[in-house]
Nanobody, 123 residues
Framework: QVQLVESGGGLVQAGGSLTLSCAAS????????MGWFRQAPGKERAFVAA????????TYADSVKGRFAISRDNAKNTVSLEMNSLKPEDTAVYYC????????????????WGQGTQVTVSS
């Protein structure tokens, strides 16, 4: 069992940066793929980024490639999402997720979810 708690959300101007963090508890964190999803108002939750258990494999949604970077620290049981060049369309609730593989995450699925943190990008 993995429990996930996100932090770092907030209000930022377009073009700015923000880093989200996710603290995980549970003995299976180091073997789980981790990822981030987001849900904008009136839209379905969508995949953003994922990282494999060792940190070596990373995958991103096309909409954030080159702007966002996902990383993990297995010693601290944390996963982060560095977001740069933010756009108003990045406004959403961002969710941390854990799953059996990065492929599982990139197809929109997860085994465990956090509660979410709000990111608002003003124009």
């Amino acid at each position: 069992q993995v429990q996930l708690v996100e932090s770092g959300g907030g209000l930022v101007q377009a073009g700015g940066s923000l880093t989200l963090s996710c603290a995980a508890s549970g003995s299976t964190f180091s073997s789980a793929a981790m990822g981030w999803f987001r849900q904008a108002p009136g839209k379905e939750r969508a995949f953003v980024a994922a990282v494999g258990w060792s940190g070596g494999m990373r995958t991103y949604a096309d909409s954030v490639k080159g702007r966002f970077a996902i990383s993990r620290d297995n010693a601290k049981n944390t996963v982060s999402l560095e977001m740069n060049s933010l756009k108003p369309e990045d406004t959403a609730v961002y969710y941390c997720a854990a799953a059996r593989s990065t492929n599982f995450l990139s197809t929109g699925r997860a085994d465990h979810w956090g509660q979410g943190t709000q990111v608002t990008v003003s124009s």
